[in-house]
């Protein structure tokens, strides 16, 4: 994973294994050093990006794509995704959504602003306007009476979502009450602020 440990990415599959109580290792790579590129990392992690993980002789990169086989390869661990077909579905669509979706929001506020320094800048009329998508994605699946997002319990898709709707809190947007307190529950996960209060080097540029 990164070494300034603010990637979304490595956060999700960060919080995916210790909500699975899986055992790991962690092992860092300098972005700005691009120790990513190097041919070593290149043919393991086969698309050179963070997070990679490494089980046996298997090498896997591209978080959602991790989250899914640590519940594969572990069936017997608290699931990451929810249990019945339909659930499952809905929780894809929201980690793809936030994986491909809303760029003003994540060049706006990047993870830096969470984890570093917060923004001062106001948001962009672009920016704006990814906020209101998120907003109003988030009201359409975020329940009433419910601290997650299914039934069942934690899921990736709740890591996910709230680390996105924390972009906007963490740096003075005004969510509704109900996002708000889901987000705000979402970081509270032990698991969660594990990653949270690392203590992490100065950032550089990358």
Request: charged fraction near 25%.
């Amino acid at each position: 994973m990164d070494s300034f440990w603010i990637s979304p990415y490595a956060f999700s599959c960060f919080v995916t294994l210790k909500e699975k109580k899986l055992p790991f290792e962690v092992r860092t790579a300098s972005l700005p050093d691009k120790e990513h590129q190097k041919a070593e990392y290149q043919q393991r992690s086969l698309t050179g990006r963070v997070p990679m993980l490494e089980h046996a002789d298997f090498s896997l990169s591209e978080s959602s794509a991790i989250v899914e086989y640590l519940d594969e390869a572990f069936p017997g661990t608290p699931r990451a995704l929810p249990g019945t077909a339909r659930d499952r579905a809905r929780a894809r669509q929201i980690m793809a959504w936030v994986r491909s979706d809303l760029m003003p929001i994540r060049e706006e506020r990047p993870t830096t602003t969470m984890f570093y320094e917060r923004a001062t800048k106001p948001l962009s009329p672009a920016a704006e306007e990814a906020a209101r998508r998120l907003v109003a994605f988030a009201q359409a699946v975020v329940p009433e009476a419910r601290a997650t997002l299914f039934g069942s319990g934690w899921s990736a898709a709740d890591t996910d979502l709230g680390f996105m709707l924390q972009r906007l809190n963490m740096n003075g947007y005004e969510l509704p009450a109900r996002l708000r307190k889901f987000a705000e529950a979402q970081w509270q996960l032990p698991s969660v602020q594990e990653w949270v209060k690392r203590e992490r080097v100065p950032y550089r540029p990358y």
